[in-house]
């Protein structure tokens, strides 16, 4: 019959369809490469290299510095392969002022491991300023995973602790810090030199800029309070605390004399003139104060 002829066709014709299937060659199912540390894709976190994130050993996280330290020596161990030995690494060390990192860093610095070990120093920073860090190893360009932030506190400025000295600083200290900054600053600093002579009694150019470079030898140093008085600082005089105890208003100063003296060239001219004996002699006084211009940070010694 021409419907059981049709039928018995369209069967035959799907039998050998599927036995042509069969007999075609066979394909072995494809070994995935093994991963390496050279596998490059992109993580959450945006990093490629397949490594640990470095660990920070150095500094303790959160930690303040002493006194006058003012630099970081940042320490991490190494990072490692996944899943075999890592490729060649380098280390990027970013450092962030404030306690979070945040915003743009202040410091990108890079170092080499030695030892499993990755260490690199920040230089000097600001005193008394929160900064945090972070490293991470780097191949080729390609980034690995950042490390957890860490955070450290830089210390205030040096201070002399007046104790070891019998509880008073001797004068011939704070001469020799002005010695040492008074050629150099004035050098640097004409301009403020000119304004604090000629501008009037409270014009602080130039002690501003004198103290700004002595308190980071001792933060003792301030303004002078003329008479007493921190209503009229001294444009031509400064002092230098040498008690036990905090420095803000103390009468147990030094005072120097700093501008004195005209010159045909240059015009007025900067001196040490040790002016404490006949200050008190004269029955007044000088006073220390920072005037609000400088962040107090006077310890108790």
């Known amino acids: 019959m021409p419907g059981t002829r049709s039928l018995v066709l369209t069967c035959l014709v799907a039998l050998l369809t599927l036995a042509a299937a069969c007999a075609g060659p066979s394909t072995a199912p494809a070994t995935p490469a093994s991963p390496t540390t050279a596998v490059l894709t992109t993580n959450s976190d945006g990093s490629t290299v397949k490594v640990t994130a470095p660990v920070p050993t150095a500094p303790a996280n959160n930690s303040t510095f002493a006194q006058g ?3 970081a020596q940042l320490q991490a161990t190494a990072a ?5 030995s ?4 380098s280390y990027r060390f970013e450092v962030y002022k404030g306690s979070s990192i945040a915003g743009s860093p202040v410091a990108t610095l890079f ?4 030892n499993s070990v990755v260490s690199v120093n920040t230089g000097s920073l600001n005193l008394l300023t929160p900064y945090a860090w972070r490293v991470r190893a780097e191949s080729g360009g390609a980034p690995g995973p950042w ?5 450290f506190t830089t210390g205030g400025q040096p201070r002399r602790d007046a104790n070891a000295f019998g509880g008073q600083v001797p004068r011939n200290l704070a001469i020799a810090d002005l010695q ?3 050629g150099p ?6 301009a403020e030199v000119q304004a604090s002579c000629n501008n009037g009694r409270n014009v602080l150019d130039f002690p501003t800029v004198l103290l ?10 301030g303004f002078n309070c003329r008479r007493g008085n921190c209503a009229d600082p001294s444009n031509d005089a400064i002092t230098y605390h040498w008690g036990v105890g905090s420095s803000e208003q103390s009468t147990k100063v030094y005072i120097f004399d700093v501008i004195g003296g005209l010159d045909a060239v240059v015009g007025c001219k900067t001196q040490i003139v040790d002016v404490t004996d006949a200050t008190f002699g004269a029955g007044t006084v000088g006073r220390y104060s920072l005037l609000g211009r400088f962040p107090v940070n006077n310890p108790d010694f």
């Open 212 to 221: 700004q470079a002595l308190r980071q030898i001792d933060n003792r140093w």
């Open 80 to 84: 490692t392969g996944q899943f075999s």
């Open 185 to 190: 600053v004035t050098a640097a600093h004409n």
């Open 111 to 114: 170092a080499s491991p030695s």
């Open 147 to 151: 490390s957890s932030a860490q955070a």
């Open 180 to 182: 040492s900054q008074l």
């Open 69 to 71: 330290v003012t630099s």
């Open 86 to 89: 890592a490729p060649t690494l």
